[in-house]
């Protein structure tokens, strides 16, 4: 064969190479994700991340500490949930690291509309509803410490805490069954838009400061699947600035897509004021929230899992840079 035809060969290969990329079947990424406003970014990443050549498929759990089985099973890639869920998993020997945040704040503590609390003292002798094994637990539970309260689910303490699900936490205020609730968002901005309560505060004067939800990637992803993880959290950094950049966009998605029209444009608007997107994490939080965990009990983690050696954000620093973003 001729040196002629062997190069007429290798451009015509190349030639098609393009073509070929562009046609390769879309790589899938199965998320684990709950449903609340403040994870409407990750929900977005389903219509958004093909331009990455990626397929998003999502799976709404009930709470994020559900979704570590579904790990576990080999059935999720990626989850979003509160750092408590993760962390609890990783103490439970889920193969998972923590990438990234994706929101911070996104709770309220709401006292019943006729209850008169004024503050958290007050809670002595109350029966106070939260969710079990969540940011809002957390920050009940912190808050309660802060004021020289004890709390059990049993009587004989200061406090009576009910766990119940999110869904069920608002009917039970608006019932009067619960005198104040730790609620999450847009569920807690719902109960007193309805006049079914009043913000007591918000639980952010703790250490803890603002919870960070946290975006979890199982090793496996991570370690052997790098130029899809690399494509998928930079599609993740991309969907959530534009959803910082174009609030309009993600009000019509969060409630016509997620919430099917259950919550209001108002809904919406006060539960990302409590909950702005973000991309930012640390290990410190990490460790802080840990540390506030096995202080009180939550996750019942029986070694807790230092910060450092599983908070990786090496792909986040990397797609903000080569997207350009240098906000948090």
Known sequence: MSHKIIFSTILASLSLAPLSFANAAPDVVRVG???????GAISYMQEHCSKYNLKVQERVFAKGIDIMPAIIAGEIDVAASAADAAIAGRASKVPIYAVAGFAEGGARI???????????????????????????????????SKNGLTWSDKP????????????????????????????????????INKGWGTELLKPYDTEMGKPIRTLVMTEKMYNEKKPIAERFIKCFVEAT?????KPDVAEKFVIEKMFKGQITS???????????????LTAEH??????????????????????????????LEEAKKSLGVTGK
């Open 33 to 39: 994700n709950l449903k609340f406003a403040h994870y």
């Open 110 to 144: 709401v006292v019943g509309k006729d209850s008169n609390i004024k503050s958290v003292k007050e809670f002595k002798g109350k029966k106070v509803g939260v969710a079990r094994g969540g940011a809002q637990e957390l920050l009940l539970l912190a808050e309660l």
């Open 156 to 191: 004989g303490k200061d406090v009576t805490i009910v766990y119940m699900a999110f869904a069920d936490l608002n009917q039970a205020l608006a019932a009067k069954q619960i005198d104040a609730m730790a609620q999450s968002e847009p569920q807690s901005s719902q109960a």
């Open 241 to 245: 600035q534009l959803f910082m950049d």
């Open 266 to 280: 108002q809904d919406f608007k006060d539960a990302i004021g409590n909950s702005p997107y973000v991309y930012h």
């Open 286 to 315: 990490i460790q802080i929230t840990t540390d506030f965990m096995q202080k009180y009990g939550v996750g019942k983690m029986q070694t807790p899992p230092k910060a450092t050696d599983w908070v990786k954000l090496d792909l």
